[in-house]
C-alpha cells in the first residue's frame, strides 16, 4: 500500500484514526510490511505483502479466496482481447454504476467485495484512484494483479464493517457480492457510510427471477456443502471444480446439441438447467467453468428482489434512485447531503 492511503483508514470497531509504522518497503517506496495502530494502542492491524489486514481469517469466504487465487485475471480485460467475452466486464461496470470514463478520472472510488479486481482495473484504465475490500484472500491476486500501482489500495477486511472514515469516497459500488453476505441491507449502509454526500452509489445483486434461484443450484449447494460437513472443505472443492469442468467440457456442448432438436429440445434443456443440472451457456470455456464453480460453492448466496433493493437504500440514507438495465437487482442512487443515513 502507499503511505497516503493511511488518510482513509480508521479502526473499523471505533472509527478511530490509525498510525503507519513501516517495517518494510517495495523499491517504489510503498509499505510491504509493517503496522497500523490507533494512537492510544488499543487497536493494531499487521500489513502483510502490502495489504492492511483487518480480519484474521476468511470466516464464510473461503470459497472465494480458492476461486480467484486459482482463476485471478480470467475475467480482466486484458485476458479477453480477441476472444468471446471481450469488452464485457467493461460493459457491465458502465450499466451498474452509470459511470462513464469523464466521472471516473481523478476520483477515488471504492469497490465492497473486490475479488482480484476486474472492475478495479476499469477504474485504473479510467484514470481513477482505485480502493477494494475484500473478505476472501482474494486480496492476494488483487494485490499481485496491481503490484507496482500506488494508486490502488487492497484491503482485507469486513465489508459489513469496514475500515474506512466516514464520507471519505467520491463514489462506492459493490457488484455480486452482498448477496455473500449475511446482511445485505447493513452492507448497503456501510458503504454509503464512507461515500461523500451526493456521490453515487451502486449495487447489483442476485435476482430471485434469475439463473441464481433455480433449484438446481441450490440442490448443488446443498450437495457442495454437505461434502464440506462430512469430509472437510478441500474434498469439497475439489468435488465442485470437476463438476465445473464436467458442466464446461461435457453439458455445454451436449445441451448446444439437444437444442436442435425442433420444438422440444431447448425446452428440455431448460427443464433440466432449472431442476436438476447446473450449466451456464456462456461462449468462452474459461469462464464457464469458473461461473459455475461460482455458482455452487459459496456458503451465503441469498436472492432478492427490486423492493427489498429499494428498501435498503432508503435506510440508508440515499435519493435518486434508478433501476439499472443490468437485471432488476441492480440499482444506481446518491447519497443524501444531511447525513440521514440510519446507524448501522
Known amino acids: 500500500m502507499h503511505p497516503r492511503f493511511t488518510e482513509i483508514l480508521c479502526c473499523p470497531a471505533t472509527g478511530s484514526e490509525l498510525e503507519l509504522i513501516t517495517n518494510e518497503s517495495f523499491a517504489n517506496g510503498m509499505v510491504r510490511t509493517g503496522i497500523l495502530a490507533t494512537k492510544d494502542g488499543a487497536a493494531h492491524y499487521p500489513i502483510i505483502n502490502g495489504i492492511p489486514r483487518f480480519v484474521s481469517k476468511e470466516f464464510y469466504s473461503s470459497s472465494f479466496g480458492f476461486e480467484w487465487r486459482k482463476w485471478p485475471r480470467v475475467q480482466f480485460e486484458s485476458e479477453n482481447v480477441g476472444r468471446p467475452m471481450e469488452g464485457h466486464t467493461t460493459r457491465m461496470f458502465k450499466a451498474i454504476t452509470r459511470l462513464a470514463e469523464g466521472d471516473v478520472r481523478g476520483r477515488t472510488i471504492v469497490e465492497f467485495g473486490c475479488g482480484p479486481g476486474r472492475f478495479l482495473d ?57 448477496h455473500h453476505t449475511p446482511d445485505p441491507a447493513t452492507g448497503i449502509k456501510a458503504l454509503a457510510n464512507v461515500v461523500k454526500p451526493k456521490g453515487k452509489i451502486s449495487c447489483c445483486v442476485y435476482s430471485k427471477l434469475g439463473f441464481y434461484n433455480y433449484p438446481s443450484v441450490y440442490l448443488f449447494r446443498k450437495i457442495t ?50 431442476y436438476l443440472l447446473v450449466n451456464l451457456s456462456l461462449p468462452d470455456i474459461r469462464w464457464r467453468i469458473l461461473d459455475v464453480f461460482d455458482a455452487i460453492t459459496p456458503r451465503y448466496a441469498s436472492t432478492h428482489t427490486p423492493e427489498e433493493m429499494r428498501e435498503w437504500f432508503a435506510a440508508a440514507g440515499c435519493t435518486q434512485l434508478q433501476q439499472t438495465n443490468w437485471g432488476d437487482t441492480s440499482f444506481v442512487a446518491v447519497k443524501d447531503d444531511n447525513d440521514a443515513i440510519a446507524k448501522y
Open 225 to 274: 456443502s454437505a461434502l464440506e460437513r462430512g469430509f472437510g472443505n478441500g474434498f469439497s472443492t475439489k468435488c465442485a471444480l470437476a463438476y465445473s469442468y464436467f458442466a464446461a467440457y461435457v453439458l455445454y456442448y451436449c445441451f448446444q446439441l439437444v437444442k436442435i432438436i425442433p420444438l422440444l429440445g431447448s425446452k428440455a434443456v431448460t427443464l433440466i438447467e432449472t
Open 122 to 178: 476499469v477504474i485504473r484504465i479510467w484514470g481513477g484512484v482505485a480502493v477494494g475490500i475484500d473478505l476472501s484472500l482474494a486480496v492476494e491476486s488483487a494485490r499481485e494483479n496491481f503490484r507496482d500501482d500506488a494508486d490502488v489500495l487492497i484491503v482485507q477486511g469486513d465489508i459489513l464493517h469496514p475500515p474506512f472514515k466516514k464520507d471519505i469516497f467520491d463514489f462506492g459500488y459493490t457488484i455480486g457480492v452482498l
